[in-house]
């Protein structure tokens, strides 16, 4: 089992970089691979896939949406993993939540077992 907290959220304009972190309790956190969803205001009911990595760092898979300008990342030596977002556009703006699962990263939210509490992501214009 594995517990996740989120942070690095705020209030940025556009086109400045912001970097999240996702900081993981216990002594497994190799073991999973890993993911940064966000929920965008008004879509309560949807969670969008926006990046993922694998156990080992070495595989890595972005929305879209996001690619070209966000970098995923990890530490396992520190149980922690990033999301450096640059060039942020309004559109980002959205609750980010880390993932992690036993299985192979996906874009589906249900592959996951376990969520941090999201850090709030705000870009103005």
């Known amino acids: 089992q594995v517990q996740l907290v989120e942070s690095g959220g705020g209030l940025v304009q556009a086109g400045v970089s912001l970097r999240l972190s996702c900081a993981a309790s216990?002594?497994?956190?190799?073991?999973?691979?890993m993911a940064w969803f966000r929920q965008a205001p008004g879509k309560e009911r949807e969670r969008e896939f926006v990046?993922?990595?694998?156990?080992?760092?070495?595989?890595?898979g972005y929305a879209s949406s996001v690619k070209g300008r966000f970098i995923i990342s990890r530490e396992n030596a520190h149980n922690t993993m990033y999301l450096q977002m640059n060039s942020l556009k309004p559109e980002d703006t959205a609750v980010y939540y880390c993932?992690?699962?036993?299985?192979?990263?996906?874009?589906?939210?249900?592959?996951?077992?376990?969520w941090g509490q999201g850090t709030q992501v705000t870009v103005s214009s």
């Open positions: 990046a993922g990595i694998s156990r080992s760092g070495g595989s890595t």
């Open positions: 993932a992690a699962t036993n299985d192979v990263y996906g874009d589906n939210p249900w592959l996951y077992d376990y």
């Open positions: 216990g002594r497994t956190f190799s073991t999973y691979s």
